[in-house]
């Protein structure tokens, strides 16, 4: 499956950003899709992942609240809807694709086989 992701830039603190990853190539609805980041000199670090009808979602502790993951199977997209953005959200974000049933291995990058090339977000005044 081909991922690519969009909706990144310049944001200021506060502010929000929707970023998309739409899937081609494979049955997407087969699929449970995350999201994830990885800023300068840093580890790449899960964010949140959707399971594959959409029911189940899995947050990172530090965006719980703040960041929204959705799904539409029809127009083979994933999103992450980002509020309340802070400086230290900025990275480049990644969605990936991972045929996992279990949805405690969902928060590793390991579970994944697919990635997109990413976007960047910055947060800055």
């Known amino acids: 499956v081909q991922l690519q992701a969009s909706g990144g830039g310049l944001v200021q603190p506060g502010g929000s950003l929707r970023l998309s990853c739409v899937a081609s190539?494979?049955?997407?609805?087969?699929?449970?899709m995350g999201w994830f980041r990885q800023a300068p000199g840093k580890e790449r670090t899960f964010l949140a992942a959707?399971?594959?009808?959409?029911?189940?979602?899995k947050y990172e502790e530090s965006v719980k609240g703040r960041f929204t993951i959705s799904r539409d199977n029809a127009k083979n997209t994933v999103y992450l809807q980002m509020n309340s953005l802070r400086p230290e959200d900025t990275a480049v974000y990644y969605c990936?694709?991972?045929?996992?049933?279990?949805?405690?291995?969902?928060?590793?990058?390991?579970?994944?086989?697919?990635w997109g090339q990413g976007t960047q977000v910055t947060v800055s005044s």
């Open positions: 959707i399971k594959f009808r959409g029911g189940d979602t």
């Open positions: 190539g494979r049955p997407f609805g087969s699929y449970a």
């Open positions: 990936a694709a991972s045929s996992t049933m279990i949805s405690s291995n969902l928060g590793s990058q390991f579970a994944y086989a697919y």
